[in-house]
């Protein structure tokens, strides 16, 4: 019996909501420290059996066994009829990917899922240690517990791509580039099959590669992938054609924020549904052509300029430490006079105040009244250099970018009243080999 474990994080996009969606901008990416986890045991066996347990959620369970079609594909049927299509789409991917590599594919595999706190609410839930790790248990099955908005499901298709690849490829190895690739292309198949649409896939390139600058793959890859019932197809050639041997043409640059500053996530809690605005700010951009395309230029220069800014300052922290100290000094004090501080916090009014405007033009909640006055507040507080609503935006959450020793979580504020700041941190690293001695004594 093998068993390996590995962890992949969630991620907040701080700059590059909805442009990121077309393949022109760059947008950046930021991991967090709330983990999913797979820990996978399997031996080779007469026929494939997956089972995927989630105990942390009622006991969730699905059961796969596979049927071969007529065209020889694998197809995992769930034995009680239960549906999680996270979890299918990636066990079908995975085992086509390798059935047409001639691997063998026949083992008995278990899977057991854990996820950090961070990505669900906590309510009612049971905290279980077991000196090593920290999980929250709930009464619930998954579909029934609330989210935070971490991009579980990018999470979930990463690890549980990363534990099927490493029964098939012996020497699986996550510090190997080309094995992450493999990882990210496959992940972004399944995520996007089983979501039924094709979305930036910046979530996925966080689990995998971390923090990042990304740019998109071209949504055609996979929109010209076959559907797996159509006749005589050999579903599994088209994977591996696209996985392995097609240049995807996407952007994930490691990047780091500053040193001395911090993310800081906070929850507000009531929650936006990102595909409906998605949709509103499509139809806003192509009803307001060309003056659209101007708007969503003038939210790139913000953003171009928030990127290059941060990197000034990577930079200065290595070649002028006291220049550096000073700046630091002033984001502390509330008084900004470097120009790189100040390109900060005006890139980021510039992004907000753009999309304060679609908001209005298009009806759609991007920055709602109220996380305009929340930010305000957040941004006056001293130790902040700036704040803005991540990723689509509307009432789910606001990031900040703070000093370390910034304690606005513990500020009296009424303002934040209703924000639940959560216990996270900015993290660089993707996808990582865990200790299966870590989950000991989870179920
Ligand atoms: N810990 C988990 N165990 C099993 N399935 C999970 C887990 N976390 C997420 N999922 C799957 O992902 C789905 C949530 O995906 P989605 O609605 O896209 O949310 P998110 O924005 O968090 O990715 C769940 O319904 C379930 O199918
Ligand atoms: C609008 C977007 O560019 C960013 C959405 O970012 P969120 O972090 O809000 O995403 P979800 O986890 O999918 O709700 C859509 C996209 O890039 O797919």
């Given at each position: 019996?093998?068993q390996?474990?590995?962890?992949?994080?969630?991620k907040?996009?701080?700059?590059?909501?909805?442009?990121?969606?077309?393949?022109?901008?760059?947008?950046y990416v930021?991991?967090?420290?709330?983990?999913m986890?797979?820990?996978?045991?399997?031996?080779?066996?007469?026929?494939?059996?997956?089972?995927?347990i989630?105990s942390?959620?009622?006991?969730?369970?699905?059961?796969?066994?596979?049927?071969?079609?007529?065209?020889?594909?694998?197809?995992?049927?769930?034995?009680?009829?239960?549906k999680?299509p996270?979890?299918?789409?990636?066990?079908?991917?995975?085992?086509?990917?390798?059935n047409?590599?001639?691997?063998?594919?026949?083992?008995?595999?278990?899977i057991?899922?854990?996820?950090?706190?961070?990505?669900?609410?906590?309510n009612?839930?049971?905290v279980?240690?077991?000196?090593?790790?920290?999980?929250?248990?709930?009464?619930?099955?998954?579909?029934n517990?609330?989210?935070?908005?971490?991009?579980?499901?990018a999470?979930?298709?990463?690890?549980?791509?990363?534990?099927l690849v490493?029964?098939?490829?012996?020497?699986?190895?996550?510090?190997?580039?080309?094995n992450?690739?493999?990882?990210?292309n496959?992940?972004?198949?399944?995520?996007?099959?089983?979501?039924?649409?094709?979305?930036?896939?910046?979530?996925?390139?966080?689990?995998?590669f971390?923090?990042?600058?990304?740019?998109?793959?071209?949504?055609?890859?996979?929109?010209?992938?076959?559907?797996?019932?159509?006749?005589?197809?050999?579903?599994?050639?088209?994977?591996?054609?696209l996985?392995?041997?097609?240049?995807?043409?996407?952007?994930?640059h490691?990047i780091?924020?500053?040193?001395?500053l911090?993310?800081?996530?906070?929850?507000?809690?009531t929650?936006?549904?990102?595909?409906?605005?998605?949709?509103?700010?499509?139809?806003?951009?192509?009803?307001?052509?060309?003056?659209?395309l101007?708007?969503?230029?003038?939210?790139?220069?913000?953003?171009?300029?928030?990127i290059?800014?941060?990197?000034?300052?990577?930079?200065?922290?290595?070649?002028?430490?006291?220049?550096?100290?000073?700046?630091?000094?002033?984001?502390?004090?509330g008084?900004?006079?470097?120009?790189?501080?100040?390109?900060?916090?005006e890139?980021?009014?510039?992004?907000?105040?753009?999309?304060r405007?679609?908001?209005?033009?298009?009806?759609?909640?991007?920055e709602?009244?109220?996380?305009?006055?929340?930010?305000?507040?957040?941004?006056?507080?001293?130790?902040?250099?700036t704040?803005?609503?991540?990723g689509?935006?509307?009432?789910?959450?606001?990031?900040?970018?703070?000093?370390?020793?910034?304690?606005?979580?513990?500020?009296?504020?009424?303002?934040?009243?209703?924000?639940?700041?959560l216990?996270?941190k900015?993290e660089?690293?993707?996808?990582?080999?865990e200790?299966t001695?870590?989950?000991?004594?989870f179920?």
């Amino acid at each position: 019996m093998i068993q390996r474990a590995f962890s992949a994080p969630g991620k907040a996009l701080l700059v590059g909501g909805y442009l990121v969606l077309d393949q022109e901008y760059e947008s950046y990416v930021v991991a967090l420290s709330s983990r999913m986890h797979s820990v996978v045991e399997s031996k080779p066996s007469d026929e494939i059996k997956v089972k995927v347990i989630s105990s942390q959620f009622n006991n969730d369970t699905w059961e796969y066994s596979i049927l071969k079609n007529s065209a020889g594909n694998l197809k995992p049927l769930e034995i009680n009829g239960l549906k999680n299509p996270f979890v299918e789409k990636t066990i079908l991917n995975v085992l086509n990917f390798f059935n047409a590599k001639k691997s063998n594919v026949n083992y008995e595999i278990t899977i057991k899922i854990f996820s950090d706190p961070g990505f669900h609410s906590e309510n009612e839930s049971k905290v279980m240690f077991n000196g090593k790790k920290k999980f929250n248990f709930h009464k619930k099955t998954i579909t029934n517990v609330p989210k935070t908005g971490l991009g579980s499901s990018a999470c979930l298709v990463t690890v549980l791509t990363s534990a099927l690849v490493s029964v098939f490829l012996n020497d699986f190895n996550v510090n190997n580039e080309e094995n992450l690739s493999l990882i990210h292309n496959l992940a972004q198949v399944a995520h996007c099959q089983a979501q039924g649409k094709v979305g930036s896939g910046f979530d996925v390139a966080a689990a995998t590669f971390g923090s990042i600058l990304y740019q998109r793959f071209s949504a055609d890859l996979i929109n010209s992938l076959p559907s797996f019932e159509d006749e005589g197809i050999n579903y599994g050639e088209h994977v591996l054609n696209l996985v392995n041997n097609t240049d995807w043409h996407f952007t994930h640059h490691r990047i780091q924020l500053p040193k001395g500053l911090r993310l800081i996530m906070g929850d507000v809690n009531t929650g936006s549904e990102t595909t409906k605005l998605v949709a509103k700010v499509k139809a806003w951009y192509n009803d307001n052509m060309p003056e659209s395309l101007n708007v969503y230029k003038s939210i790139n220069d913000g953003n171009s300029k928030f990127i290059s800014s941060l990197t000034i300052m990577n930079e200065l922290a290595g070649s002028n430490v006291e220049e550096y100290n000073l700046i630091l000094k002033e984001i502390e004090q509330g008084e900004f006079k470097h120009k790189v501080l100040t390109d900060i916090s005006e890139s980021i009014l510039k992004i907000r105040s753009n999309f304060r405007n679609i908001s209005k033009e298009g009806s759609v909640d991007i920055e709602p009244a109220v996380q305009t006055e929340l930010l305000n507040n957040v941004i006056k507080q001293r130790g902040v250099l700036t704040a803005m609503i991540p990723g689509a935006g509307g009432y789910d959450a606001i990031s900040i970018i703070a000093t370390n020793d910034c304690n606005i979580k513990k500020s009296s504020d009424s303002s934040f009243e209703n924000v639940t700041f959560l216990d996270l941190k900015q993290e660089n690293f993707g996808l990582l080999e865990e200790e299966t001695s870590s989950y000991d004594s989870f179920t």
